[in-house]
């Protein structure tokens, strides 16, 4: 008697579980189409950084939320470490990078730019007593430290042009911190970023040593990362981009984190 | 002719008509093509204004608010209170003044750095005095220093002045960048304008000539030809049609005239006697009824004369029919010099003629008919390839407003009668009888015949009426 009542329960039972299974695939099919992942480091407050709650935070953040809300594209976030950001493009495992890049012939062979979203120079940072010292000097000198972030522009211009010693980390805080305990005698870094840190009360034994360095691969337009597997997506983003241009709301994100126009 | 239409081969039309819509088209394109060009640059120059200059706009106004930034950052740099306000400005200023957006100009460079360097040296010089060290300095340390920092002071003061200009410059670049950008958008679209009102202008002009063309080589033609067919079917005067350009109208033309020559031939082969080319019997009476209402209208006078070769019959039968038709021309031919510019000879039958002579009263027509008379007895006399020969004529005069071609050939022709019944070689002016018409003086030099009801007159080259016997005309030799 039950046996005959079961069986189309079962069958339903199945029927609904294969319905629910093509649902998801095809949901999930689709949301993996749609998706861009952004690749973004998170150590660096208040630009690039993950609040108490875990959400990612920060100028870059901000901006990158606004271009993917320009372009209804849904994006989601990867913590990555600035060195694993080029290599993560190359493989397509993200597609945009919010990782300030100032644009070098070696970085375009392997990805792609989008167009500016900010200007910025390179700064070396240190005891404040020094402030007044002529960075290019310093740099010169083989029995300084010179601290300075994975990968990054900075690093390369060392590379070239330092005879200090050269001691990378992989998070630009990471750098700070050793700054701070004496682990370096000088920090090279974007200045916007540094202006923030020197400005708080805490930091004031630090200061800009000199002026900004003039040398034309450590100033000028900053750019974000896009993969090369993507290249549509170059002027999706630049279009949103021109958009939040146009529209004041990259001005209202630079005045939100800057203390004038870094545009 | 086919020969010389295939040497000197004419256009067609079509030609004409192709090469004016070629004209058309190729103007038409090329007017389209340079404004489309043109049009195309104008777009590009939008673009390249939304591209390049509105972004340079922009770029200068940041960079006039980034100074305005710099100068308040300034100001609490050199006016601030606390260190740590000084300090942080001081820093947002180092930071501003080497920003890329700077880079407008070496000027705005310049003067942006020379500006940081001041504030650099006020932090210096405040901080020293505002840090709690500052204590421990001696007062002459401390009034230096204040008094450097009243120096800075005014000196920022004048910075300020030129970063206020500076500001304004950039400024006032920005809205020359846009006016010149606007001034060249403008210029672009004048310049289409002017160049599409040229080429409508010449538009017109082509189509002005393409008209003048069209009317000069086939509406002109057309016209002239239609008024000659017109001209020919009422059988009057028109010039030959001259060479047309084209081949259609040409052949038109050729075809126009060739058929004015047929018609012409055939007119003279209907209404004209061959041998004689004086006009036929049937157009003689056509010739002479409207000589006659003419003659009725103007209330003009009016002579018919009739006119036969005497004893023409022995002429042909003695020396051919040749010399007879020879005698016929010839006599003809000496009538003709005789007759008035406006007089008609028919030939109305074998040797018989007839004459119109409009404007002629019974004298003026009897003269002329003697003198005629004369002259062919004598010339035909003097001549040698034709026989002697005399002719007989009969003359009527039109007299009343209801005399009638008929009636008049028919009582000139019994005028014709009686001088032949009266001996020949004489001339004979009609008169009616008394029965039918009243005065008409009955100056008969011969008695009339019994059986004739009119008299006749015979009158002489002298005008004076007189009788010739029949035995003083001289027989055809």
Redesign the interface.
Known sequence: MRTPKRLPSQIKARLMALTAIILLAVSGMSTAEDVIKVGISTSFKPFNYIDSSGEIRGFNADVVRAICEKMQAKCEFVALTFPKIIPALERNDIQIAASNFLKTPERLKRINFTDKYY???T?LIGPSEDSFKDPAILLKQSNLRILVTHESAQWHYLKRHSQAEIISYDALMEAMTSLQQGKGDYLLMP??F??NY??Q?EN?HL??IG??IDDVSL???VHMGLTKARPELQNQVNQAIRQL?DSGELRALIDKYF????? | MLNQDSHNPRPHIRKLLLRLIAMLVVFVISTLGVVTAIHNYSLQLIETSQKELLPAI?DHQ?AA??LE??ER?GDLVVYGGS??LI??NA??A???A????FNLSPDTQKTVRSAFELLREVRHTRQKLLSSNGERLSSIERQNLSQLEQTLRIRWGEYKQELFELQNKIISDATSLQTANMSQITSTNNLILVIASGGVSILLMLIFFIGYNLYKHLITPVIKASSALTALEQRSEHTPLTDARYQELHTINKAVNSLGETLAKLHDMATRDSLTGCVNRGYFLELAQQALSNAHRNKTAMALVMLDVDHFKKVNDQYGHSVGDDTLKLATKWIRAQLPDEGVIGRLGGEEFALILPGYDAVQAVKLSDKIRLMIANNSTDSGTIPAITVSLGVEVVKSATDEVDKLLSQADKALYQAKASGRNQVILFRPTEETTKPAPPVALKPALPDLKETVVHVTANGIISSVSAEDIKPPV
Request: aromatic share 8%; glycine share 2%.
């Open positions: 200007r910025s120079t700064s200045t916007l540094a202006l020197l400005q009360p004031s200061d800009f002026l900004p100033e000028g337009d241009v203390p004038f126009n870094v545009y | 922009h940041r608010l980034n930034r710099l950052m260190i740590t300090r942080k820093l947002a180092q930071v501003l080497f920003q890329p957006s």
